[in-house]
C-alpha cells in the first residue's frame, strides 16, 4: 500500500473497518493480522443490548439469551460506548443479584460471579510474571550468546556458567568453561585476529535475532511491534482494534521481544512487557462471562494487567499501579485500582520466585545508597533535570519527524531491511565500547551501584587510601586512571544511545522506551557525579563544600547522580509524575531519596513541557491518528457546541427518522445514501423534538432480521419507534416495531453550550456521540471524532489526521 | 436548641442557611462559630459567574471586575455547581494566557499565576509539617506530665529529661532528674500510698486536659470536634460549610488535639491532623485569587492538603497521596495528583527536620524484621483479617448506635459530662494496667517491635538459650513469665480499648479512629503471634512446622503479627484498601511484607463488607444526613428519571419563567411563593421547550439591584431572557433584561434514561440539578438531593436523613 493507502477517514463514517490501522508508522504491506481469529469480534458478538432506554430486560425469561445476535456490538476502529456497555453490565449485575435468593445454584453463581474478578487478576498475575521471568531468562542467555558458549551445556548463560565452576569470587566472569567465540574456534582469545572474530560473531548474531525478530512480526503478527503502549492507552480509552491483544500478538511478541532485545539494539523491554501483559488479560478474559462480553468491564481488566506488566519489568508493584492510573487508563474506578494492585504484587512475586536475575531481589536494579544527600547537591540534580527535559523534548521531536518520514515516504515500504542497516550499525558501533556492548540494563545497574571496597570494576578504580577508610564508608577518593578511561566511553556511549535510539523507536520489532531513556539519563548523571565528586574531592576548602564535605568524608555518590539521571530523562521522554518517583522509590526502597528524585523529575516536565507538551506515547497516538481523547489536557478555547456540530451552516439538514411515519423502504434509503453510524428518532421532521436515537448497525441487523423471519414484513411497511403504533388501514402491510433497539435516553447538549463541557462530557462519560438541541429542537449531532477533529483544529493541527470513528 | 432544632430539609429549599449543621451527633447548644469570621463567604462573595452558557464575558475589559456583588455565589450549607465552578475557572485563565502577550507585566502575571498551586503546596507543607512536629512534641511532653515532672527544667518530656542525665542506656527512663508525682510530693516513689498518689494525679491530669479540650470547643469552635474526615468527605465532594476549614477552627483544633491526645483517652491524632492539614490550606489559599474565589480550585488544594495530613500523621508521603485519592477526595485529577505528592513530600520532610520523635525517622512507627515470612503464616494473617472486619463491622455499629442516642435524647446536651465521666472511667481503668497506660502510639510501637537482643521490656522477657544463639539471629525462645503477665495485661487492655473506644469516638473533643483502631489490632496481633511462636517453639515437630520451622530457628516474628493485626483492623474501620497497605509498607520499607498485609486487609474488608457495606466515614456522613454522593458504591436500581424527578404525578405542575412574556411582579411572586433554588426558562407555557436554568439567588440580587440602580425598572417591567426582546408598546416601563444571570446550557436528560446514568452523571460532572425532558418538552427536574433521596430510600432507608440542599 503506498501513499494513497493512507486514507482519511471521514466524518461518522461507519465503513472504517475497511480503514487499515497504521500501525507506529509502519506501512501497510504486512497482512492485517489475518491469522489472528478475531478475539475481540467473538467476545462482543452475541451479546444484546439492554442498557440505555430499553426497559424490556426485565421481562426476560433468560438474562443471557440474545434477541438479536450483533444487536450492540461493534465494527473493527470504533469506539465503544462507555455509558451503553456499563448500563449493560449492571443489568447482568442485577439480573443474577436478583436470580440469586430463587436456588442455591443461582447464589453459587452469584458468589462465583463477584469473586472472579479476583481470580481473573490471580490469574494474569501468574501469566505475566512468569512470561516475564521466561522472557528476562531467554534474553538473557541470548544476549551472552552473542559473546560465547558455555561448554558445560549451551543452555547456560554466562553468569550460570560460572556458578558451577570453583573460580573464585573476583574471577567469576573468567572460568574455564565458558568460552568466547574466538577461543572455541581460535582456541585462544587473545590478539587482534581473536578481536576481530568476536566481533565478526557478535555482529552476525545481532543481525541474526532483529532480522528474525522482524520476519516473525512480519509474517505473523503486525501488531506485535513498537511498545504497544500508545495503543493501548487509545484502547483503554474506549478505541476497538480486533486482534491487537490477541493470542497470536502476545506469542509473537514474546518471542521477539527476547530477540530484540538480545540483538543488542537500543531498546528496551518494559513497554512491550506491558503490551504481553494486557493480551494475557484479554485472553484469560475469555474464561469470565463477565468479562468477555462487556467491552467496557473488559477495559478494566487491561488496565490492571497493564500495571502487572510495569511490575514485572521494574519489580515495582505500587509504581506500575500508578503507572496504569497515571499514564495508561481512561476509566480506572477504585475498584480496578485495588484489583490493579493485587494482579501487579502477584505478577511481581511470581516472577521472585522465577528468579530471572538469580539474587532473589524482586526489583530490576537494586541499589542500596550509604549516604544522605546534602541541600546543595539540588543544585546538580536541578541540572539533570533540565538535561532531562532537553533531552526528552529533542528525543520526541526527532523520533516523530523520522517516523513520519517513514510514514510518508518509501523508508516504510522496507522495514527488514531497516531493520538490518540500524542492528548493523549498532552492532558494529556497540562492540568496541565496552559499556555499550553489555547490555543495556546491565549498564544501568552499574552505573547506579555505589562503589564499594570490594568493586573491581573499571568505574569504581578509584586511588584507595586506606588509611583514611573507617569502617564500611568509603571516603570520596582520586579518581584512578580507570575511572578516566570508563568517563571517556562513557561519554561516547551516551553520544551513540542519543542518536541511534532516535532511529530505533518506531521500527518494526517490539521496542520500549524506558530502559534506553533511562540509561542515557544514567550515564549523564554518572558523569556529571564523578565530576561533582572529583570537584569536592580536589576543592573541599572551597565555601559551597565547607561544612558537610570535608577532606576524607564520604559525602557524594556517584551513583544516585545517576539514578536521579535516570529518572529526569525518563520523565523528559514520558512525562510520568508520581508513578516515576514511586517507581525508582521503589528501587532503592528508601523514603530518603525521593526528594531529589521529585526535584529532578518535576525539573525536567516542566522543562520538556514548555518545549512541547506532548509525551512520546501522546505523540505517537497523534502521529497515527487515533481517536484518542486526552483527559490530562485542559479544553480552553472558548467555542461553543453551535460550532462543532454537523451539520454545518451550509450542509444540508441533518439526517433523522420519524417516530412513525417511515417505511423500511425509507430507512433503508437513508442507510444506503448515509455512512452516519446512528440516526436520531425525532417525533415529526416539522417539530423536531427529539425521541431518541438508533444505531445504524443495529437498524441493518434488525430490518434484515425482520425481513428474513417475520411475517408481513415488506418495503412499505411502516417502522414504528414508539409503544403505541398508530392504526393504519387493515390493507397495509404489517409494522415493524423497533422500540427495542431504540436508544430513549440519548445524551444532549444546548447549542450555547461551552465546548470546554462537551469536551468534559464526552471525557468523563466515556459518550461517542451526543445531540444538540436549541429550544428543545434538535439541531445537529457531535460525534467524538468531531471533538477530536475540533481540538486538533484549535491546537492549529491538521483536523484530518484524525483517522477512526 | 433542642430537638425540634433538629430540622428536616424540604425539597429544594433554599432557606437552609438557616439550617443549623449537626456535627457528630451533638446538639446544638454551641453557638455556631460565630467567632470564626465567615472566611468563606469572604472568598466567594465577590466572584462573577462567567461560565455556563455566559458570552458576555469575552468582551469585557477588566475580566477581575464583578458585574453583580454575590451573583454567581452559594449559601451556606449548600452545594457547589462543579461544572459552574471549573467553567469560571477556564475564563480566567484564557483571560490570563490571552493578555499575557500584551505586556511583560501580564506576562509575569501568566506566570506566577501558573506556579502559584507550586508555591501554595509548599507552604501548605511547611505549614502543616510544623504544626504536625508542634502537636507531637507539646502532646508527647503533656502525656509525660500526667505521671511526674523534670526538674532539670519542667518543659522536658521524660525521655527528654533523662537525654541530659548521665545514666545508662538501660537505666534511661529511670534518671534522678525526672520525679514522678509521689517522688516529688512524698519524696520516694515506694509503697501503696505512692502508688495511690501518681494514680490520683494521672486521673486528675487527664481529666484537666480533657475538660479544657472540650470546653475550648464549646466555647469557640465547636466545628473543632471529631475527627473532621467525614466532613472534609463532604466539603470536598462540593458542600459549603462555612467556617469549618476557617483559622479559629484551626487554632482551637490544634491546641485541643494536643489535650485530647494529652488526657489518655482512646482517640489518635491522625484523623485532626487531616482537619488541620486541610484548614491550613484553605486558609492558604486567600493569598491567591486563583484559589481564593473558586470553590472547585480550592477543593482541589485541600485534596492536596489532606494527602500532607495523612504524610505527616505517618510519615508516609505515598499513602498519604493514595488515602486521599482513595478515601477523601471526590474530584481528582492527575495534576493535584502530583502536587499533593509534593505536599506531602514537603510536610513530612518539614516534620522530620523538626524531629518529634527524636529519631530523625520519618515514620511513626519504624520497624525492622529481620526474617521472611512463610507462606503457611498466611492461616494466621488472614485469621487476623477476620478479626480485624468483625472489629470493624461491630465498631460501626456500635459507634453509629451509640452517636444516634446521644443525638436523640437529653445525653447530647451535656457535652461536657460526657466527657468527664469517659475520661475519668478510662483513666481510672487505664492507670493499673501497664499497657493501657502508656500513650497508644507507644503501645503500637513496642507491639510492632521485633525482640532483640537487649531489649528489656517485659514483652521480650524470653528464657534466653545463649547456646543456640548465632550472630544477630535470635532463634524462637520459651516464653518468660515476663511474656505470660504481659499477655494478660494485653488481653485486658485489649477488651477496655474495644469497648472504650465506641463511646470516645464521637464526643465533643478532637478525636481521630486510626490509631485506637491500630491498637486494638495490634494487641490482637501481638497475641496470636506469640501463640504461633510458642506453638512453634514447643511443638516444631508437628507436620506443619517441619520444614520451616525447626529448633533453634527464628521463624515467627510476632511483631509482624502486630503490625498484620493493626492493619486489619483499621481497615475493617475504614474500609482502606490501597492506601491501607502502602501506608504500612512505607512503615517498614521491605516490599517482602505487602503480602501478608494485602491478605489481612482483603479479608477484613470482605469479612466487614459482607455484614455492612458503609465504613465509620460513611457511616457518620450518612448519620448526620449530609449530602454526599458515593463514588465507590454502584447505583443498581431499575428506576428512571420519571421516577425520581419533581413534580410527582399528583404534584402541582412545574413552577417555570417564561423567556419573555412575565413582569418583575410575576417572578417576584414566584420567587417568594416557592423555595426552589432555581427555576426553568422556557419558550412560553404552552410549548414547554426549555431554554435555560436561572437560579433563585441570582434572581434576586439582580432584581434587588436593577430596582435600586436601573431607571424605570417596575413592577410591571417585562423581564426578557432573550437576546432581541421582543418590541412592547411606547407606554410600558423599560424592559429589564436578564440573560446574563440565564444559564444558556442546562443539563438535561430523557424521562427515560435510568437512574443508573444519571446518579453517574451527577457523580461525575458534579451537578447541582438536571431538568428532565420528553420529547423535547420540559417535564421536570431532579436535584442533587432528589438523587440522594432516592438513593437512600432505595436501600430501605430514610430519604429525609438527607438534610442540606
Redesign the interface.
Known sequence: MDQKGYRRGSFQSATSDEDMLEIAGASMDFSMADDDPPLDREMGGFSSYN???M?GT?TMMDFLEEPLPGVGTYEDFNTIDW?RE??RD??R??EI?NRSKESTWALLHSVSDAFSGWLLMLLIGLLAGSLAGLIDISAHWMTDLKEGVCLAGFWFNHEHCCWKSNTTFTDRDKCPEWKSWSQLILGHGEGAFAYILNYFMYVIWALMFSLLAVLLVKGFAPYACGSGIPEIKTILSGFIIRGYLGKWTLVIKTITLVLAVSSGLSLGKEGPLVHVACCCGNILCHLFTKYRKNEAKRREVLSAAAAAGVSVAFGA??GG?LFSL?EVSYYF???T??RS??AA?VA??TLRSINPFGNSR?VLFYVEFHMPWHLLELVPFILLGIFGGLWGAFFIRSNIAWCRRRKTTRLGKYPVLEVFVVTAITAILAFPNEYTRMSTSELISELFNDCGILDSSQLCEYVNDFNSTKGDDLPDRAAGPGVYTAMWQLALALIMKVFITIFTFGMKVPSGLFIPSMAVGAIAGRLLGVAVEQLAFYHHDWAIFSGWCSQGADCITPGLYAMVGAAACLGGVTRM??SL??IM??LT???EY??PL?AAA?TSKWVADAIGREGIYDAHIRLNGYPFLE??E?F???T??MDVMRPRKNDPPLTVITQDSMTVEDVETIVTKTTYSGYPVV?SRA??????FVLRRDLIISIENARKKQDGIVSTSVICFTDYCPPLPPSSPSVLKLRSILD???F???D???M??VV??FR??GLRQCLV?H????LGIITKKDVLKHIAQMANQDPNSILFN
Chains 1, 2 share one sequence.
Do not use: C, Y
Open positions: 442498557g440505555g432506554g426497559n426485565s455509558v456499563k448500563s449492571r443489568d449485575h442485577r443479584t508493584p505500587i499501579v497515571e474506578p477504585l475498584k485500582l485495588w494492585f493485587f504484587l511481581a512475586f524482586l509524575t508520581v518517583v514511586v522509590f521503589e526502597g528508601g523514603l525521593i526528594v521529585m518535576m483527559a490530562k485542559e480552553s478555547h472558548k461553543r457546541a417525533v417539530s423536531q423534538r427529539l425521541v431518541g430513549l435516553s440519548p444532549t447538549v444546548t450555547e453550550t461551552p470546554e463541557i468534559d462530557i468523563k462519560l438541541t429550544n428543545g429542537k434538535l
